[in-house]
């Protein structure tokens, strides 16, 4: 695998599982329920994350009928079964639901980055009068500004708080404001040596002015100084606009997941 690892001495394989816990605790479910090294994730349904098995402790399946007890476990909260697939999960998986049923959803790629390399790419001398603010909690401002963006309703308002408060590892909600408008918003969620950057989002009338790289080195910088010397991010495949933004920040892809999903 041809990335540089921000750590070295760890193998690509083993950074692989690291960054899939990691990311589970940046999107913390309402309610898990562990079944040997997998877990049944539910969270009213919001967001595939939220709402899916998640496989990725290593080649291992759980004793027993593992397809059954999941679908019986979605199926008693009335939700669409939902297992989530990387590179870390048992590699007979993927074709096991694909031979059950189970569709294709969703392709991603897992970037990561040395933050030094990011902070270096993204610096700039922006004319904007950008007022930039960081919290450790989100506010109403914030998150209104973030369901306004990604075009969210206000049904995932109450979604949204309850992932938020249940963040544990120390994270920085970021909001640039242009003229006095919010322009874009993020979130690092920094452990182990790691920033996480979630809900990257930018202001549709705004984009292609250089704000999505204001963001990532203010970010970048922020992260740097809470401890993480790598950073690791989650963007669909047909993303192209935020692919071409993180190449060009330096970020490398690591590793693809994607999600098996049927309506039972």
Request: charged share 20%; net charge negative; with cysteine.
């Amino acid at each position: 695998m041809n990335v540089n690892l921000p750590f070295a001495a760890v193998s690509a394989a083993e950074l692989i599982i690291q960054l899939e816990r990691l990311a589970l605790h940046t999107w913390p479910a309402s309610s898990t329920v562990v079944s040997g090294p997998w877990m049944y994730r539910v969270s009213g349904g919001i967001t595939k994350r939220a709402n899916s098995v998640w496989t990725a402790a290593g080649p291992s399946f759980p004793d027993g009928d593992w397809l059954a007890e999941a679908e019986q476990y979605y199926r008693e909260r009335e939700q669409p079964v939902l297992f989530h697939i990387s590179d870390a999960s048992p590699r007979a998986l993927d074709e096991a639901l694909a031979a059950n049923g189970y569709a294709k959803e969703v392709p991603c790629s897992v970037l990561v980055a040395r933050t030094d390399t990011v902070v270096a790419n993204t610096g700039t001398d922006d004319a904007h009068p950008f007022r930039v603010t960081v919290r450790p909690q989100y506010d109403e401002a914030w998150l209104s500004s973030f369901l306004r963006m990604e075009g969210f309703g206000e049904e995932r308002r109450a979604f949204y708080r309850q992932l938020f408060a249940q963040l544990t590892p120390l994270a920085g909600f970021f909001m640039l404001e242009l003229d006095g408008r919010s322009a874009a918003v993020g979130t690092s969620v920094v452990e182990e040596g790691w920033a996480g950057f979630i809900n990257i989002a930018v202001d549709a009338s705004l984009r292609g002015q250089g704000i999505g790289r204001r963001l990532l080195n203010e970010m970048a910088v922020w992260s740097r100084c809470s401890g993480a010397e790598g950073l690791y991010l989650q963007v669909a495949d047909d993303n192209e606009a935020a692919l071409r933004l993180y190449a060009k920040a330096g970020y490398t892809r690591l590793y693809r997941y994607h999600y098996r999903c049927k309506n039972i």
